[in-house]
């Protein structure tokens, strides 16, 4: 899954980019209202977590212009800690939920991952596949006798944004959308090496090939 973070504290947003990326998201920064309302628009993210005081465009402008457009990307504001006027109207311009500054790096992770259950069709807290449970926690398959299967980073995020919409046709272009930030080298051909992993791994038919259109996965 993929994180847009629009913030101009540079040092906050350096810390935030290490821990999303540690838990497992490929994670984009903007440090400023302009490039996070282009990137917000153009690439394919689940969650964006938005500071409302940005240079260039107010962080409240940028939430505006997307929903405007039909955007309907999960969007967590940062407010300043008594700005209660800022998240009413962050709120009432389309913001799924706030958090006010400052705020430990623990909470915004946990009401991110809510965001995200709540935007997936699988809502369940616990993803399983087979016999498997995905820890994401350790970024590992854990059997039910409690055996693990380490996974790699990328093995990992296509897994977990598989199994967070299972049924869905999910183009190779899509999931790598999904699976790799904007600095990464998206080859979509390496999506089709990462599947074949994780059929070995859990069986030839979990997930399905729709010829021309890419992969379903069964749960
Ligand atoms: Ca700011």
Excluded at 50 to 79: E, F, M, Q, S, Y
Excluded at 189 to 211: A, F, K, M, Q
């Amino acid at each position: 899954m993929r994180i847009l973070i629009v913030e101009d504290d540079a040092d906050l947003a350096g810390r935030l980019r290490t821990r999303l990326v540690r838990e497992g998201y490929a994670v984009d920064v903007a440090a400023n209202g302009i490039d996070g309302a282009h990137l917000g628009a153009t690439e394919a993210y689940d969650a964006a977590v938005l500071d409302l005081g940005l240079p260039g465009k107010p962080g409240l402008a940028v939430l505006r212009d997307w929903r405007a457009a039909g955007n309907t990307l999960p969007v967590l504001i940062l407010t300043a800690r008594d700005g209660w006027a800022e998240r009413v109207e962050g709120l009432q311009a389309g913001a799924d939920d706030y958090l006010g500054k400052p705020f430990h790096v623990e909470e915004l992770l946990a009401r991110l991952q809510a965001l995200l259950r709540r935007a997936a069709p699988a809502q369940a807290p616990e993803l399983r596949v087979g016999g498997w449970r995905l820890d994401e926690g350790r970024q590992c398959l854990v059997a039910e006798d409690g055996t693990e299967q380490a996974l790699t980073g990328t093995e990992f995020r296509l897994l977990r944004y598989f199994m967070r919409h299972p049924g869905a046709v999910l183009s190779k272009t899509h999931l790598s959308e999904h699976v790799y930030d904007y600095d990464s080298e998206r080859d979509s051909n390496v999506i089709e090496v990462y599947v074949r992993r994780l059929r070995t791994l859990l069986g030839p038919d979990r997930i399905e090939t729709r010829r021309g259109q890419g992969y379903v996965f069964r749960a």
